[in-house]
C-alpha cells in the first residue's frame, strides 16, 4: 500500500517536472530578437498575414529555367543522385520537382504561353483533406507543406492536388541542407521558401533569380496587407487562379494565361 | 488489488531491464568499446539543459521544438536539431565535419550502444550547412 502512494507521489512529481520543462521550452524562444518588418523569429505564425505570389506570364521568357534552378539550390533538391541502376525516362518521372516549367498551347491561335507552376497554397486545399494522418497542413499564414515527421508516404495527396504539385522522395537522400530536411519516402512541395520568411526574409528564392534575370515575372508578398506589392500589383490588374472553378481559392494568381 | 500486483510486476520488470542494460554497458566497455562524444561534450560547455537531463529526454526536448517549427513556424527554438548538431559535431584531423551519425559519433555512438534506431538522419542534415 505504501509503495503504490509512493509511486503515484513519484509519478506526480515527475508530470509537474515535466510541465515545467515545456513551460521552459516555450518561454526563451519568445525573447528572441526581431526582425524588422517580418514576424519576431521565435514566435508562432498568425492568420494576420497570408503569403501570396503573382505570376505574369507575359514575363516569363520562353525557354528561361532560372526559377526552378534556384529553387532546386534553395532546397537541396539538386544533390539527389540519380542511382545507378534508373532508367532516364523514369528517373525524369520520378524526381522531386517543385516548380515545373509548363506550356500552354492555344490550339486556335497556336499562341504558346510558358508559366512556372508549383503548390498553389489553396485556402481549402484537397491535398490536406485527404490526408490520413494530419501530415498534410496548412499553417495560419497560408503556407500549406507536409509535416515529414508524420507523413507515412501513401500519396493520396498526390493524387488529390489537382494541380500535379507535390513529388515523393523514391530515393535515400545522401545529401540534404540544414534548412530543408527531406528524405526517402515523404511527400514535398513548394513550401514559398518558408526557411527565410520564418527567418525573417521576404522573398523566395524563384522570385530572386527571376528578377535577377530581369524578367521579373514574380511578385511575391503578404496579400492580407493592402499596401504590399503583391496586393497593389493584383488589385491594379486583373489576374486569374487556375481551376478557379474548383473554389479553392489558390494563394498563387497568374496574369497573362 | 489486481492493479497494484500489475504495477509491481511493471517495477520489476523494469529493474530487469535497466541491470541488463547496465550489464550490456560493462561488457562493451572492457570490450574497449568508447561511446560517442563531442568537444562541447567533454568540455562541459551549457547545453540547453543539464547533461544528465538531456542524456534521457533529449528527444522530448527536440519533439517539442519540432512541433513548434514545422507547425507553427518558430525557429530559434531551444532545442532545435540543427543546435544540437552544431555544436556536438565533431572535425577529422583537416577539419572536415564528421557526419554526427557516422560510427561513434556523437548521436550514432550511444544509440548503436542502446539498439536504438536512429531515424532524425533520414531527413536532416548530419553535419551543418546552410
Ligand atoms: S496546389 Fe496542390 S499541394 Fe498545393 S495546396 Fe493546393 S492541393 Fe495542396
Ligand atoms: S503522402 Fe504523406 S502528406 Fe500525402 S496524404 Fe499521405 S501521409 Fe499525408
Same mark, same amino acid.
Given at each position: 500500500?505504501?509503495?503504490?502512494?509512493?509511486?503515484?507521489?513519484? &509519478?506526480? /512529481?515527475?508530470? +509537474?517536472?515535466?510541465?515545467?520543462?515545456?513551460?521552459?521550452?516555450?518561454?526563451?524562444?519568445? #525573447?528572441?530578437?526581431?526582425?524588422?518588418?517580418?514576424?519576431?523569429?521565435?514566435?508562432?505564425?498568425?492568420?494576420?498575414?497570408?503569403?501570396?505570389?503573382?505570376? @505574369?506570364?507575359?514575363?516569363?521568357?520562353?525557354?528561361? =529555367?532560372?526559377?526552378?534552378?534556384?529553387?532546386?539550390? !534553395?532546397?537541396?533538391?539538386?544533390?539527389? /543522385?540519380?542511382?545507378?541502376?534508373? !532508367?532516364?525516362? #523514369?528517373?525524369?518521372?520520378?524526381?522531386?520537382?517543385?516548380?515545373?516549367?509548363?506550356?500552354?498551347?492555344?490550339?486556335?491561335?497556336?499562341?504558346?504561353?510558358?508559366?512556372? #507552376? $508549383?503548390? +498553389?497554397?489553396?485556402?481549402?486545399?484537397?491535398?490536406?483533406?485527404?490526408?490520413?494522418?494530419?501530415?498534410?497542413? &496548412?499553417?495560419? =499564414? %497560408?503556407?500549406? $507543406?507536409?509535416?515529414?515527421?508524420?507523413?507515412? %508516404?501513401?500519396?493520396?495527396? $498526390?493524387?488529390?492536388?489537382?494541380?500535379?504539385?507535390?513529388?515523393?522522395?523514391? !530515393?535515400?537522400?545522401?545529401?540534404?541542407?540544414? &534548412?530543408?530536411?527531406?528524405?526517402?519516402?515523404?511527400?514535398? *512541395?513548394?513550401?514559398?521558401?518558408?526557411?527565410?520568411?520564418?527567418?525573417?526574409?521576404?522573398?523566395?528564392?524563384? /522570385? @530572386?533569380?527571376?528578377?535577377?534575370?530581369?524578367?521579373?515575372?514574380?511578385?511575391?508578398?503578404?496579400?492580407?496587407?493592402?499596401?504590399? !506589392?503583391? *496586393?497593389?500589383?493584383?488589385?491594379?490588374?486583373? *489576374?486569374?487562379?487556375?481551376?478557379?472553378?474548383?473554389?479553392?481559392?489558390? %494563394?498563387?494568381?497568374?496574369?497573362?494565361? | 488489488?489486481?492493479?497494484?500486483?500489475?504495477?509491481?510486476?511493471?517495477?520489476?520488470?523494469?529493474?530487469?531491464?535497466?541491470?541488463?542494460?547496465?550489464?550490456?554497458?560493462?561488457?562493451?566497455?572492457?570490450?574497449?568499446?568508447?561511446? %560517442?562524444?563531442?568537444?562541447?561534450?567533454?568540455?562541459?560547455?551549457?547545453?540547453?539543459?543539464?547533461?544528465?537531463? #538531456? &542524456?534521457?529526454?533529449? $528527444?522530448?526536448?527536440?519533439?517539442?521544438?519540432?512541433?513548434?517549427?514545422?507547425?507553427?513556424?518558430?525557429?530559434?527554438?531551444?532545442? *532545435?536539431?540543427?543546435?544540437?548538431?552544431?555544436?556536438?559535431?565533431?572535425?577529422?584531423?583537416?577539419?572536415?565535419?564528421?557526419?554526427?551519425?557516422?560510427?561513434?559519433?556523437?548521436?550514432?555512438?550511444?544509440? +548503436?550502444?542502446?539498439?536504438?534506431?536512429?531515424?532524425?538522419?533520414?531527413?536532416?542534415?548530419?553535419?551543418?550547412?546552410?
Amino acid at each position: 500500500m505504501k509503495n503504490t502512494q509512493d509511486t503515484n507521489q513519484k &509519478r506526480r /512529481q515527475f508530470l +509537474q517536472k515535466g510541465a515545467a520543462v515545456t513551460a521552459i521550452a516555450v518561454a526563451p524562444g519568445v #525573447m528572441l530578437h526581431t526582425a524588422a518588418k517580418a514576424k519576431p523569429v521565435g514566435e508562432a505564425v498568425t492568420d494576420a498575414v497570408r503569403w501570396g505570389m503573382l505570376v @505574369d506570364a507575359a514575363k516569363c521568357a520562353d525557354g528561361c =529555367d532560372a526559377c526552378v534552378q534556384a529553387c532546386n539550390e !534553395e532546397n537541396g533538391l539538386n544533390l539527389l /543522385q540519380k542511382p545507378h541502376d534508373a !532508367e532516364d525516362e #523514369m528517373w525524369d518521372q520520378q524526381i522531386p520537382k517543385w516548380i515545373r516549367n509548363v506550356k500552354v498551347k492555344d490550339n486556335l491561335t497556336g499562341h504558346v504561353t510558358s508559366l512556372p #507552376m $508549383m503548390c +498553389q497554397h489553396c485556402e481549402h486545399p484537397p491535398c490536406v483533406d485527404v490526408c490520413p494522418t494530419t501530415a498534410s497542413f &496548412r499553417r495560419a =499564414d %497560408g503556407i500549406v $507543406m507536409v509535416d515529414r515527421h508524420l507523413c507515412i %508516404g501513401c500519396r493520396y495527396c $498526390m493524387m488529390a492536388c489537382p494541380y500535379k504539385a507535390r513529388s515523393f522522395v523514391h !530515393e535515400v537522400v545522401e545529401h540534404k541542407l540544414t &534548412r530543408t530536411p527531406r528524405g526517402k519516402g515523404c511527400v514535398e *512541395s513548394c513550401n514559398f521558401c518558408v526557411h527565410r520568411l520564418d527567418n525573417g526574409q521576404t522573398t523566395t528564392a524563384c /522570385q @530572386d533569380a527571376c528578377a535577377k534575370d530581369g524578367h521579373n515575372a514574380i511578385t511575391f508578398g503578404d496579400l492580407n496587407n493592402p499596401d504590399s !506589392e503583391v *496586393s497593389k500589383a493584383l488589385k491594379e490588374q486583373s *489576374s486569374t487562379q487556375i481551376r478557379a472553378d474548383l473554389k479553392l481559392n489558390t %494563394g498563387v494568381r497568374y496574369r497573362g494565361v | 488489488m489486481k492493479v497494484r500486483a500489475f504495477e509491481h510486476g511493471l517495477l520489476l520488470a523494469l529493474a530487469v531491464v535497466l541491470l541488463a542494460m547496465a550489464g550490456v554497458a560493462s561488457a562493451d566497455d572492457k570490450a574497449g568499446w568508447k561511446s %560517442g562524444t563531442s568537444l562541447a561534450a567533454t568540455q562541459e560547455q551549457s547545453c540547453v539543459r543539464d547533461a544528465a537531463f #538531456m &542524456r534521457r529526454n533529449h $528527444m522530448e526536448v527536440i519533439k517539442h521544438a519540432r512541433i513548434d517549427t514545422v507547425r507553427k513556424g518558430v525557429r530559434g527554438v531551444d532545442g *532545435s536539431l540543427s543546435e544540437c548538431i552544431a555544436c556536438h559535431v565533431n572535425k577529422d584531423d583537416k577539419g572536415a565535419p564528421i557526419p554526427v551519425n557516422q560510427e561513434g559519433q556523437f548521436c550514432a555512438g550511444c544509440h +548503436q550502444q542502446v539498439g536504438v534506431a536512429l531515424d532524425c538522419y533520414q531527413c536532416h542534415a548530419t553535419v551543418p550547412t546552410h
